[in-house]
């Protein structure tokens, strides 16, 4: 027996058919007992076996259905999110790199040489699976000249300026990135490390020797600014002016799982 005071039926069983009995309204209204005795106070629903199991597979079809948007968010998250990453997350309030800006030109003397601070914002480093990768990127507007001897407030202000604005022009350029290509032993605790560096919005490959020392990844390479559409800053006409090449001399942290 199923249903409320108001609308119950009493199931029998036929071989064909599902045949369920409710009494009528007016057999309510009087306070007729609903089941019992066939007569015409009562309502007969045959339904059809083949249909009613058509329709009971339909209601588990539909109550899939249903639970589909919640599958499809789960794969939605995993697709999202992607495999784990490899290796072992960068400490990026340990790591930098730190970039030596030399001088040139008939009166380079006269010239400051500089030493810019580049955080690393992000990365991994992976040196222990069959192939070990490294990649890291740098908010290219976070680059700070440390402060020097014998440079005002005033010089110090204009060469960050012009280091963000007119060479890096990182309102346009925000990331340098590096990723490497190719990973391969060098020693022991060392590597040679190939991959591509994007600066000032061009992708240029890089060869660099990565050593361990403690607990840091160690090195330097050397780069052109003009391989990366970066013409270096003169002064005077040239008598003095920033050299093309750049030493980067980076030491990189990771965070322990």
Request: proline fraction near 5%; avoid cysteine; charged fraction near 25%.
């Given at each position: 027996?199923?249903?409320?005071?108001?609308?119950?039926f009493?199931?029998?069983?036929?071989?064909?058919?599902?045949?369920?009995?409710?009494?009528?309204?007016?057999?309510?209204?009087?306070?007729?007992?609903?089941?019992g005795?066939?007569?015409?106070?009562?309502?007969?629903?045959?339904?059809?076996?083949?249909?009613?199991?058509?329709?009971?597979?339909?209601?588990?079809?539909?109550?899939?259905?249903k639970?589909?948007?919640?599958?499809?968010?789960?794969?939605?998250?995993?697709?999202?999110?992607?495999?784990?990453?490899?290796?072992?997350a960068?400490?990026?309030?340990?790591?930098s790199?730190?970039?030596?800006?030399?001088?040139?030109?008939?009166?380079?003397?006269a010239?400051?040489?500089?030493?810019?601070?580049?955080?690393?914002a992000?990365?991994?480093?992976?040196?222990?699976?069959?192939?070990?990768?490294?990649?890291?990127?740098?908010?290219?507007?976070?680059?700070?000249?440390?402060?020097?001897?014998?440079?005002?407030?005033?010089?110090?202000?204009?060469?960050?300026s012009?280091?963000?604005?007119?060479?890096?022009?990182?309102?346009?350029?925000?990331?340098?990135?590096?990723?490497?290509?190719?990973?391969?032993?060098?020693?022991?605790?060392?590597?040679r490390?190939s991959?591509?560096?994007?600066?000032?919005?061009?992708?240029?490959?890089v060869?660099?020797?990565v050593?361990?020392?403690?607990?840091a990844y160690?090195?330097?390479?050397?780069?052109?600014?003009?391989?990366?559409?970066?013409?270096?800053?003169?002064?005077?006409?040239?008598?003095?002016?920033?050299?093309d090449?750049?030493e980067?001399?980076?030491?990189v942290?990771?965070?322990?799982?």
């Amino acid at each position: 027996m199923v249903g409320n005071e108001r609308f119950r039926f009493v199931f029998r069983d036929s071989p064909e058919f599902f045949i369920a009995e409710r009494p009528s309204p007016r057999s309510q209204s009087a306070g007729r007992p609903w089941a019992g005795n066939r007569s015409d106070d009562h309502r007969e629903l045959r339904i059809r076996k083949d249909v009613y199991t058509h329709l009971a597979e339909t209601r588990q079809t539909m109550i899939r259905l249903k639970r589909l948007p919640v599958i499809f968010l789960g794969l939605t998250v995993i697709l999202v999110a992607g495999p784990d990453e490899q290796g072992k997350a960068i400490d990026s309030q340990r790591s930098s790199l730190t970039i030596h800006v030399g001088k040139a030109g008939l009166l380079s003397a006269a010239g400051h040489e500089h030493w810019v601070h580049a955080p690393i914002a992000s990365g991994t480093v992976d040196d222990s699976s069959a192939t070990p990768s490294v990649r890291f990127t740098v908010d290219a507007r976070m680059l700070s000249v440390k402060a020097e001897n014998g440079v005002n407030d005033q010089d110090q202000a204009e060469v960050q300026s012009n280091m963000q604005g007119k060479v890096l022009e990182s309102s346009s350029y925000p990331q340098i990135v590096f990723q490497s290509t190719h990973v391969r032993p060098n020693g022991d605790h060392a590597w040679r490390v190939s991959g591509d560096l994007t600066l000032h919005g061009a992708t240029r490959p890089v060869i660099l020797d990565v050593t361990r020392e403690n607990d840091a990844y160690v090195g330097a390479v050397r780069i052109k600014q003009t391989d990366f559409g970066i013409q270096p800053i003169k002064i005077g006409g040239g008598v003095v002016k920033v050299k093309d090449e750049l030493e980067i001399h980076f030491q990189v942290f990771t965070i322990s799982r």
